[in-house]
């Protein structure tokens, strides 16, 4: 039998008791051997919970309870969550997360750790929720070289863009239905602002490409500034908006890594993906392209990913797995300005003003557009060029457009 404490009894930490209660047969047949939650560590009590009488409050009963074999870290953020996590570490626990901030700002740092005391970090559930992704990565495609991830990394800003696109509603009444569904927080700034996405994208570029990728060195542009305008721009070429999280190998052995809004077109697989849902795309060198579809949030499906680890961790307590990369520093990434790409622009300039500037342009029309307010999209140049060209015109919206 192996013992287990969870760290935070929220939305992800109740699921993970609820999961192992509920499959706790199908989950000891899978294993050879049981899996029993011990203790649950809040600061909170539930006395109407069916777990109560497992509510601890301090955390040195788990960290000194030699039965405790893992520990599940569902606390968020990097602060506690972090000192629990190396005490745990430590005391020779394995430990299992679904902390995605703390991975990308610490990932290195906890795998090394967790290596040198011979017990496993794991963190399926940090990225994508319940989408089976970096084990895949890790494992499924060890055999490519991987060139390049791409993907909606983000539950509550493609549900907003959704809104926007399906319904018409403004930034600000998408985003307001979204939390009054659960979708997004009270202070909903991580997600609308692309921090999410950044640490999911680390995550993914650091097993990938082997060396941990830090959230600031990963520029990071959020939804706020899509308008209704843009949605139309983009519907009147065939397009949709989407926030991408993207990490692209350059034949420099360096790594841009960037999180932007995106027009996509329609007949793209990303473009099909709607509402809370995210996908992931990988291309390989041997494989080609795939892509990993699902629910990228919510209590159970994030919760079988967690319970998942914890299971890979009791199956490998004598051989412990390492999903691991090597360390970060500066020569690792270089900003995406290098990267050539199609690019929609919309300006408070005449269309004749975009061609001087541009050059060959297809101009977009939409319904109901003011005279002085032009969208054009530009051939595939590097940022800083198009940046260069465009000094001096009042540019208003300025977005990547995904090639096929």
């Not at 039965?67 to 005391?91: H, P, Q, S």
């Not at 750790?113 to 559930?125: F, I, M, W």
């Not at 997004?184 to 680390?202: F, L, N, Q, S, Y």
């Amino acid at each position: 039998m192996a013992k287990v404490a969870v760290l935070g009894f929220g939305v992800v930490g109740s699921g993970v008791a609820e999961v192992l209660r509920r499959n706790g047969a199908h989950i000891g047949q899978k294993l050879h051997s049981s899996v029993e939650l011990k203790y649950i560590l809040d600061l909170r009590d539930f006395p109407d919970s069916p777990f109560s009488h497992m509510v601890i409050h301090d955390f040195s009963i788990i960290e000194n309870d030699p039965e405790i074999e893992v520990v599940v870290e569902t606390i968020g953020g990097a602060g506690i969550a972090k000192e629990y996590t190396l005490r745990a570490l430590r005391a020779g626990k394995s430990v299992v997360t679904s902390n995605k901030e703390l991975v990308a700002e610490h990932g290195y740092e906890l795998m090394k750790l967790a290596q040198e005391k011979g017990v496993s970090y794991l963190y399926e559930a940090s990225v994508g929720g319940g989408i089976p992704i970096i084990r895949p990565l890790k494992q499924c495609l060890a055999a490519n070289e991987i060139s390049e991830i791409c993907g909606i990394l983000n539950g509550t800003t493609n549900y907003i863009l959704t809104r926007m696109i399906r319904a018409g509603l403004s930034f600000d009444a998408a985003l307001k239905e979204a939390q009054q569904n659960g979708y997004a927080e009270a202070d909903p700034t991580a997600d609308v602002e692309g921090h999410d996405a950044c640490r999911k994208i680390c995550i993914l570029a650091s097993l990938a490409f082997g060396r941990h990728i830090y959230p600031e060195q990963v520029p990071t542009e959020g939804i706020s500034g899509v308008s209704l305008a843009d949605v139309a721009y983009a519907d009147s070429c065939g397009k949709k908006i989407k926030l991408l999280g993207r990490a692209i190998l350059g034949e420099d052995g360096k790594v841009r890594a960037f999180v932007a809004p995106h027009l996509v077109g329609s007949e793209a697989p990303l473009a099909g993906v709607e509402d809370v849902f995210n996908a992931i795309t990988v291309k390989g060198n041997a494989i080609g392209d795939v892509m990993f579809y699902g629910r990228g949030a919510g209590k159970l499906p994030t919760a079988s990913a967690v319970v998942a680890d914890v299971m890979d961790a009791v199956s490998r307590r004598d051989r412990p797995k390492f999903m691991d990369w090597g360390p970060g520093g500066k020569d690792v990434t270089l900003p995406p300005d290098d990267v050539a790409s199609p690019w929609y622009v919309r300006a408070h300039a005449p269309a004749e003003a975009l061609r001087a500037a541009l050059g060959e342009v297809t101009v977009l029309a939409r319904a109901g557009a003011p005279e002085e307010e032009t969208a054009v999209l530009v051939p595939a140049m590097m940022r800083n060029a198009l940046e260069e060209k465009l000094s001096g015109i009042a540019v208003t919206a300025l977005f990547r457009v995904l090639e096929d």
